[in-house]
């Protein structure tokens, strides 16, 4: 069955703008993640989403935000882009509400701000 | 704060050989523990995982050790081969606690010398 897909896959935005990606997980999957990858720094949490609910926030400013529809697909808002905001966005999906399942990530949308 | 920690940045091995992975965690709560590899400009692939209950999982050429007393797993690979490498990013969760959040490493680059 197909995988997680996100898009766009690639993005330039000036600062100051906004940006949303969007992720549509495995079929069936109900729990939907983003983590925040940039060199040096593994991957960062940034939110998870299940049954259209935020369920946990990682530790980011509130420029960062999401949502979840009601067919389990997800976007990601980053609004008055920064600088430091360049990095590369996976989206990770996975079936079961636990941490205790295996999630799978998209091959991720990479932003570049400037 | 970096809860898993992966302190060796990169690894390079000869083809055949083994290659040994390490990462520490400082979470005492965690008990679910996943290996990923990546590729540049792919997601994270998912390898093995490991409950807290086992102290080692084994699948084809991959094996995770987990030491639990010394916080500490490791991932094997048995024997290298150049398709292996890549990034190899550590995660760890506590399995009912915060909602699909992952704490990740920050990454060991293998390389695989013919």
């Known amino acids: 069955k197909a995988g997680v897909t996100q898009t766009p896959r690639y993005l330039i935005k000036t600062r100051g703008q906004q940006v949303t990606l969007s992720c549509s997980p495995i079929?069936?999957?109900?729990?939907v993640s983003w983590y925040q990858q940039t060199p040096g720094q593994g991957l960062q949490f940034l939110f998870e989403?299940?049954?259209?609910?935020?369920?946990n926030k990682g530790n980011f400013p509130g420029r960062f935000s999401g949502r979840q529809f009601s067919n389990s697909r997800s976007e990601m808002n980053v609004s008055t882009l920064e600088l430091g905001d360049s990095a590369l966005y996976l989206c990770?999906?996975?079936?079961?509400?636990?941490?205790?399942?295996?999630?799978?990530f998209g091959e991720g949308s990479w932003l570049t701000v400037v | 704060d970096q809860q898993v920690k992966q302190n060796s940045p990169s690894l390079s091995v000869q083809e055949g050989r083994i290659s040994i992975l390490n990462c520490d965690y400082t979470?005492?709560?965690?008990?679910?523990f996943l290996w990923y590899k990546k590729y540049p400009a792919e997601g994270p692939t998912f390898l093995i995982s490991?409950?807290?209950?086992?102290d080692k999982n084994e699948d084809g050429r991959f094996t995770v050790f987990l030491n639990k007393s010394a916080k500490h797993l490791s991932l094997h690979i048995v024997p290298s081969q150049p398709g292996d490498s890549a990034v190899y990013f550590c995660?760890?969760?506590?399995?009912?606690?915060?909602?699909?959040?992952?704490?990740f490493g920050t990454g060991t680059s293998l390389t695989v010398i013919p």
């Open positions: 990770a999906s996975s079936y079961a509400g636990s941490s205790g399942n295996t999630i799978y």
């Open positions: 079929s069936g999957h109900r729990s």
């Open positions: 989403y299940f049954s259209e609910t935020q369920r």
């Open positions: 979470n005492s709560m965690f008990d679910y």
């Open positions: 490991i409950s807290s209950i086992k």
């Open positions: 995660a760890a969760s506590v399995v009912w606690g915060d909602a699909g959040q992952f704490y």
